[in-house]
């Protein structure tokens, strides 16, 4: 089983909303994947430079980002598998001392984990 990477417009969310670690893989300036090259193919062709433009961001793991809104923001997002074949997806963010819920339907675990994430972005204020 191998761990999603966050899609565009939600790296881009994210990063608007304080995403900031380096990763691994990052999207480019036509919002393709590519690998980070790695510090060593940095030096070996002719120096340090930027690794993040306006144009390249980086896309964490679902897992990455899900833990980041957990710890960081006390969000949390649950995916329950129900009869019907779809899971549901509910963002919990504490505010004011009480629970807000945000529910969402998907037919794949990725793709539910995707919707509860970037609902889950948009709860952070800035």
């Known amino acids: 089983m191998r761990d ?3 899609t565009y417009e939600t790296a881009l969310l994210a990063k608007d909303k304080g995403w900031n670690q380096r990763g ?3 999207y480019d300036r036509h919002n393709e994947i590519q690998t980070v090259p790695s ?3 940095i030096f ?3 120096g340090m ?3 993040q ?3 390249q961001l980086f896309a964490p ?3 990455t980002i899900h833990k980041w809104l957990r710890k960081k923001h006390n969000i949390h997002i649950s995916l329950t ?3 019907n074949g779809y899971y549901e997806c509910d963002v919990y963010s504490l505010v004011e001392d009480e629970f807000e819920v945000t529910r969402g339907y998907s037919m794949e675990y990725e793709e539910a984990l995707e919707t509860g994430i970037f609902e889950a972005l948009k709860l952070i204020e800035e």
Do not use: D
Request: glycine share 4%; proline share 4%.
């Open 4 to 6: 999603e990477l966050i």
């Open 24 to 26: 691994s893989y990052m």
């Open 39 to 41: 510090i060593k193919h």
């Open 44 to 46: 070996h062709e002719g």
């Open 49 to 51: 430079k930027a690794i």
């Open 53 to 55: 433009t306006p144009q």
């Open 61 to 63: 793991t679902q897992t």
């Open 81 to 83: 598998h129900k009869f």
